[in-house]
């Protein structure tokens, strides 16, 4: 992922960009984050179908936009 990305994950929809916190869209949630965030640092340095772990949870990237 990039700044800019939106990034689906099992735990829910990310924009990556400055840190402005819960975003409704339509019928979904979209959480904009910062890139400094750590789970910001985390989604920069993956690609659709990897995983890891953050704060004892299994994070799953689901697609990347």
């Not at 800019?4 to 904009?32: H, P, R, Y």
């Amino acid at each position: 992922a990039a700044p800019g990305s939106l990034v689906i994950t099992n735990k829910g929809i990310f924009l990556i960009a400055i840190g402005w916190g819960k975003v409704a869209v339509g019928l979904k949630t979209c959480f904009v984050l910062s890139p400094g965030s750590p789970l910001g640092k985390q989604l920069l340095q993956r690609s659709q179908g990897e995983t890891f772990q953050l704060n004892g949870q299994s994070w799953k990237i689901e697609a990347i936009h």
